[in-house]
């Protein structure tokens, strides 16, 4: 299954961008996966549109960047 998933970003001085070398994915009980990248902009936007508006928390020691809509494939394994 493809979908699209909101993946967190920060950046700090110890670890540079924190971006897909490491994927966090945002989890809410579940883990959030969207059909379409438009439909996951518009959460990330809706969720998470507070961090363009503070400064504070861009900067030190915090970090945050805006969450991105990243393209994820979900396999499902069975033992």
């Given at each position: 299954m493809r979908?699209?998933?909101v993946a967190w970003r920060q950046k700090n001085r110890r670890?540079?961008?924190n971006r897909c070398r490491i994927l966090h994915l945002v989890w809410e009980h579940q883990l959030?996966?969207?059909r379409s990248r438009?439909?996951?902009?518009?959460?990330?936007?809706?969720r998470y549109g507070?961090?363009?508006?503070?400064p504070e928390l861009r900067a030190k020691p915090y970090?945050?960047?805006m969450p991105i809509a990243v393209r994820v494939v979900v396999r499902r394994e069975t033992r």
């Open positions: 979908a699209w998933g670890d540079g961008v959030r996966l969207f438009r439909e996951c902009r518009k959460f990330i936007e809706e507070y961090i363009r508006r503070r970090g945050w960047l």
